[in-house]
């Protein structure tokens, strides 16, 4: 039988019984979930629960599933790198060109339709856990990226990151030698004017700028590029990117980012290779185990395709 049992934590009690299976069941909708309790097929502390029905912290609540999920994401089965697992996250590594998650016109093929099979092959039915995402990495970039399995997973880690504590390292091959050691880069990004464009700006002009923050250590120089660490202290959209463009040294095979900040026109697009990546790659992640309350650190060297961006071997 397809009966599965949830205990309320501190956080969801008082909140309507549909609200609270919602968050555990996260492929369905708290209105497929609210027929469910009406059809009598939820109880709480073994008693049948009403539509209406409220929990609370450390009671019991049983549900029978008789419909599957009705946001279910189409599983796919491209290819990533599993760096560890545990019950509650995974933590891959991804390559270039893979996007996140579906946005736009890239509704499927993405790692989070990859992860949805995987995780399918875990449990008793399809669509039993959904992957949560937590933060991201731009589609030409290749790196670590921890995705979570379950909601209080899900919850405790995104607030982590909402509030900068894990440690994201990155390394990027760059244009030119720069003549500084270190550098905090500290300048506010915000969107690209004109149009609506997803284009990102640090420099005066940029519509409503945001707080942003890079340090960067230059790792080695190779006369026409160079390579530099980079640690995010702030976690704006394309920052480093951004960052280092806009010190005049923007990353190798950036589609967009050209020096000192500005955005590279069409014609300058190679239209040959459309899916080239650029050489930005996060190699290393440290943050704390949301349930275990462990540290955790994973890192990953750059793949073959970063240092054929610059025949660096």
Not at 48 to 74: Q, S
Not at 175 to 197: A, K, M, N, V
Request: glycine letters at 6%; aromatic letters at 8%.
């Amino acid at each position: 039988m397809n009966q599965f049992l949830f205990i309320v934590e501190p956080y969801l009690s008082g909140v309507r019984i549909d609200t609270f299976l919602a968050r555990q069941l996260r492929n369905y909708t708290p209105w497929r979930l609210h027929r469910m309790v009406c059809a009598g097929l939820v109880w709480v502390n073994g008693v049948t629960a009403e539509p209406d029905h409220r929990v609370y912290r450390d009671e019991r609540v049983a549900i029978r599933l008789v419909e599957p999920p009705d946001k279910l994401l189409p599983p796919s089965d491209d290819a990533f790198a599993i760096v560890y697992e545990d019950p509650w996250l995974i933590v891959v590594n991804k390559p270039a060109g893979l996007i996140v998650h579906p946005v736009g016109n890239f509704r499927g093929g993405t790692l989070i339709n990859s992860l949805q099979r995987h995780l399918d092959s875990q449990a008793k039915f399809k669509g039993l856990l959904r992957p949560g995402i937590v933060h991201r990495l731009d589609r030409m970039t290749s790196g670590l990226l921890v995705v979570t399995k379950d909601h209080l997973s899900h919850r405790l880690l995104s607030i982590d990151f909402q509030r900068g504590r894990p440690t994201k390292t990155y390394h990027a091959l760059v244009e030119g030698c720069p003549t500084f050691e270190r550098l905090t880069i500290d300048l506010p990004i915000g969107q690209h004017p004109g149009g609506d464009s997803i284009l990102m700006s640090a420099r005066p002009d940029a519509r409503r700028p945001r707080h942003a923050k890079t340090e960067a250590m230059v790792k080695a120089r190779h006369g026409t590029h160079s390579l530099i660490e980079c640690r995010l202290l702030t976690g704006r959209n394309h920052q480093i990117r951004v960052h280092l463009a806009a010190v005049g040294h923007p990353v190798l095979g950036d589609e967009y980012y050209a020096a000192n900040g500005c955005i590279r026109r069409p014609s300058e697009i190679e239209d040959t290779e459309p899916e080239r990546r650029h050489a930005l790659h996060a190699c290393q992640l440290t943050f704390q185990h949301p349930i275990l309350q462990m540290p955790l650190t994973f890192n990953a060297p750059p793949p073959n395709d970063f240092w054929e961006l610059a025949d660096v071997n």
